[in-house]
Structures are given as structure tokens and as C-alpha cells.
């Protein structure tokens, strides 16, 4: 089983960075893909950006291509997302989740793949 622990969520004008790290526990992270979700009030979960165990492919939304970087360290059993360029419909809040199928060529970007979700962490990006 594993934890997650999203952190470094807040208040950020437009065109402005922030880093999510989400950080887990349980001895099997480096088998587990990883992705990060999001949630704005009133609006269903939806897939933001994922990579696999081993780092070496990574999945996109449309949304964020060149704009946000998912990064993972497995030795500090933590993932980040690096989010530049930010703009108001970013705002929601961020969820961390773990698979324990590694999807290929490209990492799952179905809420159902993944088996373990974080608390969440709220991203608030003003205009």
C-alpha cells in the first residue's frame, strides 16, 4: 500500500510558478506510476499529467503541454509538478495519485487506473 502527501499548493497571479511535490510511503513507490490530477468546484476530476515507474515516458493533457513538467525522484519516494505560466483555469484543487499498472507506451490518464489518491493540495492562480 502506499501514502501520498501532496504539498506546496497556494496563491499565485497569472503567468506565475508553483511546485507540487507529493511526497509517499510504503516500500514499493519505484514500482508504481504516478500522476497528478485536478478538481475544480463543480467540475469532474480530470487527468493533468502522469510518468511512469522508471521516469522515462510521460503523458500530458493538452491543457499544460510546455507549460507544467512531472518529475519524479524514486530514491526520495517523492514526484513533482513543476507548473509554469499559469492562468486562472488552473485553479482547482491538485491530487497525487499512484497506479500500480504501468501503462505503456504512455502512462494512464483514467482516474479509474489509479488505486491510491492523496488528499489534495488547492492551486489558486488569480487574474
Known amino acids: 500500500q502506499v501514502q501520498l502527501v501532496e504539498s506546496g499548493g497556494g496563491l499565485v497571479q497569472a503567468g506565475g510558478s508553483l511546485r507540487l511535490s507529493c511526497a509517499a510511503s510504503?516500500?514499493?513507490?519505484?514500482?508504481?506510476?504516478m500522476g497528478w490530477f485536478r478538481q475544480a468546484p463543480g467540475k469532474e476530476r480530470e487527468f493533468v499529467t502522469a510518468?511512469?515507474?522508471?521516469?522515462?515516458?510521460?503523458n500530458y493533457a493538452d491543457s499544460v503541454k510546455g507549460r507544467f513538467t512531472i518529475s519524479r525522484d524514486n530514491a526520495k519516494m517523492t514526484v513533482y509538478l513543476q507548473m509554469n505560466s499559469l492562468k486562472p483555469e488552473d485553479t482547482a484543487v491538485y491530487y497525487c495519485?499512484?497506479?500500480?499498472?504501468?501503462?505503456?507506451?504512455?502512462?494512464?490518464?483514467?482516474?479509474?487506473?489509479?488505486?491510491?489518491w492523496g488528499q489534495g493540495t488547492q492551486v489558486t492562480v488569480s487574474s
Open positions: 495519485a499512484a497506479s500500480r499498472i504501468d501503462y505503456r507506451p504512455k502512462p494512464s490518464s483514467r482516474v479509474y487506473n489509479y488505486d491510491y
Open positions: 510518468i511512469t515507474w522508471s521516469g522515462g515516458s510521460t
Open positions: 510504503g516500500r514499493t513507490f519505484s514500482s508504481y506510476a
